[in-house]
């Protein structure tokens, strides 16, 4: 995952074991042999073997040519796998195809009946889109150094290309400058990357043949500049960095040249720091309160002939671009900053739709989607999956249009996430995304997709993400102890809310600490998946299915008696107790659940006011609290509709419990 453009089973299988060595043919440099050795640490890790080497490589890769010295738009990533029973060839252009063939070689490693192993094949592969982002928010909540490093080897192991690295907004500003230190001084609460760690960053990610292109957010967005530098400001202030969450009135003012002379200034040592092609400055969502009631502005709004705060934000970013590119960069920034005036090169990234994105193609600037990739929303990874760059909104473009629309990012904002938790939001759901990036426009099977990301998952661990080993901790911190079966069990059944049900839900600030069960629960439960799936198995012939039942029963039996086995932590616990509802409604649908097994058992269809009456509780069941909801709902509500229905596996009787 993602899946390959073109797959050719072969015959046999390629015996993987602590021999196993690569060989480089043609060209080789560092960035090569620093990924053949990540390769081979990665194996060992995954198959647990010490991997001594050997006389007879395993894997052969040839290179003819070097990558760009930093990671660039558009540079060649395909290449070919060849497996045999006996060698491994991988050939690529160049350098940054190898290093996403060998994540693919890593992917195809299994455990079989004697040893691991890898199936013969054949690959050839290429990306669909050259932009392949992850949008990371470090301003809202600090997100360490070592946080950034893991998530990029994540995001190398999914062929994902671009960090987007959002690092100031109203929270915080992440950066430290030299130039003006008084930005982390007064606008970080002493949490900022310096710059030698960005340069550790920025070279980690060129390595995995990553681009890392930073976010600025001006002239909204603008509290942590402001409070460092309040001259800059539309009002007079003073201000402090928020503490809480949404759209705030300070703004940078654009109609100084001081102002602009201090970001001149500031995006010069940027450029110094940011090697990509590419700086971000934000421009969304920008309030104008404080243009409209400041004299000044208004006055030189009248003299120049801006009629509008539309137009006046419009000034903004044409002087802005004229900043960037003295010091060699192009501009990017979100839907907002589209207008006519901006000159071609300008990327622009929509969060608010395909017209959007298209509409930015059709006056011949590249675009990037964001919309339908929010991850901090927790959406179920096939909601992700079903939406392209290239979809309706671009059908009408003609070929040169279409080929702006440049790819995607998925995007993490930090308003309900910590270090503790940004994996689990990130992984495995951002490699759905991956693949809707990286493959072709056919590959579409969300079934499919989720039996591969079940295993992407839990390789995913290997690069070190902790978006599964985290789990446990989080629940065991919430018990006060080893986290019980019973409290185990409603972890599972549940799935957090995401941005807009937590923002209304209550009154969240930079100081609320995250740390309870909507905290630790999964965004899309694996294992309500599972056993959805067995479900549907069943419905569709209960005679032949009796394992699933058997299964699916001894589930819906646990959670009839969870609620009584987990009343004395809940009742003891300040942080559990709100869950003492959620508890009750787990064991009311494992009971419903068993009495839709019993009719199904029966092979006669369930009385029709029965079925009315326990979907009617479900139903009521599935409504959030303590900001997750029940997802156990789901595959019960399945059985009972599925036993209501005569043509659903069961008519003629065709029950199990006789068997």
Same mark, same amino acid.
């Given at each position: 995952?993602?899946?390959p453009?073109?797959?050719?089973?072969?015959?046999?299988?390629?015996?993987?074991d602590?021999?196993?060595?690569?060989?480089?043919?043609?060209?080789?440099?560092?960035?090569?042999?620093?990924?053949?050795?990540?390769?081979?640490?990665?194996?060992?890790?995954?198959?647990?073997?010490?991997?001594?080497?050997?006389?007879?490589?395993?894997?052969?890769?040839?290179?003819?040519?070097?990558?760009?010295e930093?990671?660039?738009?558009?540079?060649?990533?395909?290449?070919?796998?060849?497996?045999?029973?006996?060698?491994?060839?991988?050939?690529?252009?160049?350098?940054?195809?190898?290093?996403?063939?060998?994540?693919?070689?890593?992917?195809l490693?299994?455990?079989?009946?004697?040893?691991f192993?890898?199936?013969?094949?054949?690959?050839?592969?290429?990306?669909?889109?050259?932009?392949?982002?992850?949008?990371?928010?470090?301003?809202?909540?600090?997100?360490?150094?070592?946080?950034i490093?893991?998530?990029?080897?994540?995001?190398?192991?999914?062929?994902?290309?671009?960090?987007h690295?959002?690092?100031?907004?109203?929270?915080?500003?992440?950066?430290e400058?030299?130039?003006?230190?008084?930005?982390?001084?007064?606008?970080?609460?002493?949490?900022?990357?310096?710059?030698?760690?960005?340069?550790?960053?920025?070279a980690?990610a060129?390595?995995?043949?990553?681009?890392?292109?930073?976010?600025?957010?001006?002239?909204?967005?603008?509290?942590?500049?402001?409070?460092?530098?309040?001259?800059?400001?539309?009002?007079?202030?003073?201000?402090?960095i928020?503490?809480?969450?949404?759209?705030?009135?300070?703004?940078?003012?654009?109609?100084?040249?001081?102002?602009y002379?201090?970001?001149?200034?500031?995006?010069?040592?940027?450029?110094?720091?940011?090697?990509?092609?590419?700086?971000?400055?934000?421009?969304?969502?920008?309030?104008?309160?404080?243009?409209?009631?400041?004299?000044?502005?208004?006055q030189?709004?009248?003299?120049?002939?801006?009629?509008?705060?539309?137009?006046?934000?419009?000034?903004?970013?044409?002087?802005?671009?004229?900043?960037?590119?003295?010091?060699g960069?192009?501009?990017?920034?979100?839907?907002?900053?589209?207008?006519?005036?901006?000159?071609?090169?300008?990327?622009?990234?929509? %969060?608010?739709?395909?017209?959007?994105?298209?509409?930015?193609?059709?006056?011949?600037?590249?675009?990037?989607?964001?919309?339908?990739?929010?991850?901090?929303?927790?959406?179920?990874?096939?909601?992700?999956?079903?939406?392209?760059?290239?979809?309706?909104?671009?059908?009408?473009l003609?070929?040169a249009?279409?080929?702006?629309?440049?790819?995607?990012?998925?995007?993490? %904002?930090?308003?309900?996430?910590?270090?503790?938790?940004?994996?689990?939001?990130?992984?495995?759901?951002?490699?759905?995304?991956?693949?809707?990036?990286?493959?072709?426009?056919?590959?579409?099977?969300?079934?499919?997709?989720?039996?591969?990301?079940?295993i992407?998952?839990?390789?995913?661990?290997y690069?070190?993400?902790?978006?599964?080993?985290?789990?446990?901790?989080?629940?065991?911190?919430?018990?006060?102890?080893?986290?019980?079966?019973?409290?185990?069990?409603?972890?599972?059944?549940?799935?957090?809310?995401?941005?807009n049900?937590?923002?209304?839900?209550?009154?969240?600030?930079?100081?609320?600490?995250?740390?309870?069960?909507?905290?630790?629960?999964?965004?899309e439960?694996?294992?309500?998946?599972?056993?959805?799936n067995?479900?549907?198995?069943?419905?569709?012939?209960p005679?032949?299915?009796?394992?699933?039942?058997?299964?699916?029963?001894?589930?819906?039996?646990? %959670?009839?008696?969870?609620n009584?086995?987990?009343?004395?932590?809940?009742?003891s616990?300040?942080?559990?107790?709100?869950?003492?509802?959620?508890?009750?409604?787990?064991?009311?649908?494992?009971?419903?659940?068993?009495?839709?097994?019993?009719?199904?058992?029966?092979?006669?269809?369930?009385?029709?006011?029965?079925?009315?009456?326990?979907?009617?509780?479900?139903?009521?069941?599935?409504?959030?609290?303590?900001?997750?909801?029940?997802a156990?709902?789901?595959?019960?509500?399945?059985?009972?509709?599925?036993?209501?229905?005569?043509?659903?596996?069961?008519?003629?009787?065709?029950?199990?419990?006789?068997?």
């Amino acid at each position: 995952m993602p899946m390959p453009a073109e797959v050719r089973l072969g015959e046999g299988k390629l015996l993987i074991d602590a021999s196993f060595s690569i060989r480089m043919n043609g060209y080789s440099d560092q960035k090569l042999q620093a990924a053949a050795s990540r390769l081979t640490t990665r194996i060992s890790r995954q198959t647990g073997i010490p991997i001594t080497g050997g006389d007879r490589p395993v894997l052969t890769i040839e290179c003819r040519a070097a990558a760009p010295e930093t990671p660039r738009l558009g540079e060649d990533e395909s290449y070919q796998l060849d497996i045999t029973p006996k060698t491994a060839h991988l050939s690529a252009h160049a350098v940054t195809g190898a290093l996403r063939g060998m994540e693919t070689f890593s992917q195809l490693i299994v455990p079989g009946a004697d040893s691991f192993f890898v199936p013969a094949l054949h690959i050839e592969d290429r990306p669909r889109f050259a932009w392949r982002g992850l949008m990371l928010d470090v301003a809202r909540h600090w997100m360490p150094t070592p946080v950034i490093l893991r998530n990029l080897d994540a995001m190398a192991a999914v062929k994902l290309n671009v960090l987007h690295w959002h690092l100031s907004d109203d929270q915080g500003f992440r950066v430290e400058s030299q130039r003006f230190p008084k930005l982390q001084e007064l606008g970080s609460d002493g949490n900022y990357y310096t710059q030698a760690e960005i340069r550790r960053v920025v070279a980690y990610a060129g390595e995995r043949g990553i681009r890392v292109v930073p976010e600025f957010d001006i002239p909204g967005h603008a509290t942590s500049w402001l409070a460092a530098y309040p001259e800059l400001g539309s009002a007079p202030g003073p201000f402090r960095i928020e503490r809480k969450w949404g759209i705030f009135e300070p703004t940078l003012d654009p109609t100084r040249e001081d102002v602009y002379a201090f970001l001149g200034a500031f995006f010069g040592e940027v450029a110094g720091l940011f090697p990509d092609e590419y700086v971000h400055i934000g421009g969304d969502e920008v309030l104008d309160n404080e243009w409209r009631s400041n004299a000044a502005i208004q006055q030189f709004c009248r003299r120049n002939g801006l009629r509008s705060s539309v137009e006046l934000h419009a000034y903004f970013n044409r002087k802005l671009q004229k900043l960037l590119e003295k010091h060699g960069k192009k501009m990017m920034g979100w839907d907002e900053v589209l207008s006519p005036a901006l000159e071609p090169g300008v990327v622009i990234q929509s %969060w608010r739709g395909q017209q959007s994105l298209a509409d930015a193609a059709r006056k011949g600037y590249r675009g990037v989607l964001s919309f339908g990739y929010y991850l901090n929303y927790l959406k179920p990874a096939a909601f992700h999956y079903q939406v392209d760059p290239l979809g309706d909104a671009a059908k009408e473009l003609d070929g040169a249009q279409a080929a702006l629309i440049t790819g995607g990012e998925a995007c993490m %904002w930090a308003e309900y996430i910590t270090e503790e938790t940004i994996d689990s939001r990130l992984w495995p759901r951002a490699a759905a995304i991956a693949e809707r990036l990286w493959s072709p426009a056919t590959v579409t099977d969300a079934d499919s997709m989720y039996n591969r990301l079940g295993i992407v998952s839990r390789w995913l661990e290997y690069t070190g993400v902790r978006h599964r080993s985290d789990y446990q901790p989080l629940l065991d911190r919430l018990a006060g102890t080893r986290a019980t079966p019973e409290l185990l069990a409603l972890a599972d059944a549940v799935e957090a809310l995401g941005l807009n049900e937590r923002q209304v839900a209550r009154h969240y600030s930079s100081f609320v600490p995250l740390n309870r069960l909507v905290d630790a629960a999964r965004p899309e439960s694996e294992r309500i998946r599972e056993i959805g799936n067995l479900v549907n198995r069943l419905l569709a012939d209960p005679s032949q299915h009796r394992p699933e039942a058997e299964e699916i029963r001894l589930l819906f039996s646990q %959670w009839s008696l969870n609620n009584e086995l987990l009343q004395p932590l809940l009742e003891s616990n300040f942080l559990l107790k709100e869950l003492e509802p959620l508890s009750a409604n787990l064991s009311r649908t494992g009971n419903i659940g068993l009495q839709a097994l019993q009719y199904l058992a029966s092979g006669v269809p369930a009385p029709p006011d029965w079925v009315a009456k326990e979907k009617q509780e479900l139903s009521e069941m599935e409504e959030s609290k303590a900001e997750v909801v029940l997802a156990a709902v789901r595959p019960v509500r399945a059985l009972v509709e599925g036993i209501s229905k005569p043509s659903a596996g069961i008519a003629g009787g065709r029950g199990f419990a006789d068997k």
